[in-house]
């Protein structure tokens, strides 16, 4: 089995009301470095047998009908080994 | 004329709408999402509500729902569809409408009574309409920024495509102040406030919304 995870976010130009409500919510935390934030979505995919090319064209095919809308967002495909579950879970959060 | 009222898991407006739809002298039908049979009605209505709860976007998951391949398919040869609020929502995913309606500028919820001008008159929708009326009917959502590229927003405007917009102060963030749009024939129009709740002098802040619902036999007569 084998994971395959799709990044969206606000395309650049597009209003982020969410991102910037918690950039708002920082100062007031005492979080002073951050400079900007936009809020997106991760999807992560897992799918049967090894990561070919024709996996990868079917899953951008799925990230650009369904898990995005190109009106107002881009999206990423790439592989990865482990899910933030388990990379939190050797962390030991 | 028959009109077809679609209900999705989560729609709230579609007995309203199949009320106004009544008032407006027509024969509403109700419609199912998961049923690719429109029942042979003349045009649909796709009301407001939280189809499929707005998982993944507004309108994503109800774009692909059974019914609206067959919506695709009839507004394509023509037939009248009116897509109000969720139902804009669906008309912008299913791309027979151009654009996306993003979460408002402000963030909040706005429920209240809208003044709009109604700009374009020769849609199906709209020819009960004087060109430039303005008119009150109720908004309410949480998700009605209507947002597009410039190159879009200046077709829209060139191709006068802008059904209505807002007056007295823009509710969402929308661009150029937009309340509705429609596609180059006219046939699919999308607006985000709800004509649906402005029918009867009884609830709702007066009658203004009724024009959509009656401009459909004038339009057929005309």
Not at chain 1, 26 to 41: A, N, S
Not at chain 2, 35 to 43: I, T
Request: proline content about 5%; overall charge negative; glycine content about 12%.
């Amino acid at each position: 089995m084998a994971r395959v995870v799709v990044d969206v976010m606000p395309k650049p130009e597009i209003l982020d009301p969410q991102g910037k409500a918690v950039l708002g919510a920082l100062p007031r935390l005492g979080f002073d470095l951050v400079t900007d934030v936009r809020q997106g979505k991760r999807f992560e995919l897992q799918v049967d047998g090894e990561i070919t090319d024709e996996v990868l064209a079917e899953i951008e095919k799925v990230a650009e009908t369904l898990l995005s809308n190109p009106v107002i967002e881009d999206f990423e495909v790439h592989v990865e080994d482990r899910s933030v579950a388990e990379v939190a879970h050797e962390a030991g959060r | 004329m028959k009109v077809g009222v679609v209900t999705f898991p989560g729609s709230l407006d579609d007995v309203d709408a199949r009320r106004a739809v009544s008032i407006g002298g027509n024969e509403a039908v109700p419609l199912w999402h998961g049923d690719d049979d429109l029942r042979g009605v003349d045009a649909v209505v796709l009301p407001g509500g939280f189809s499929y709860g707005d998982y993944l976007r507004c309108g994503a998951i109800s774009r692909f729902a059974p019914v609206m391949t067959s919506v695709i398919e009839a507004a394509g040869k023509g037939m009248p569809v009116l897509g109000i609020c969720n139902g804009f929502q669906i008309l912008c995913e299913s791309h027979l409408l151009p654009g996306a309606l993003i979460r408002n500028d402000h963030r909040k919820f706005v429920c209240r009574d809208q003044r709009l001008r109604i700009e374009r008159v020769d849609t199906p929708w709209t020819s009960a309409y004087a060109a430039g009326a303005e008119v009150t009917i109720v908004l309410k959502n949480g998700e009605g920024g209507f947002v597009a590229d410039e190159a879009t927003l200046d077709l829209l405007e060139g191709e006068g495509r802008v059904v209505a917009r807002y007056l007295d102060g823009n509710p969402n963030g929308s661009l150029r102040d937009i309340a509705g749009i429609s596609n180059e024939r006219g046939n699919v129009v999308g607006l985000m406030p709800h004509p649906e709740h402005a029918v009867e002098d009884l609830t709702g802040p007066g009658t203004d919304g009724l024009g959509f619902f009656t401009s459909l036999a004038e339009h057929a007569f005309a």
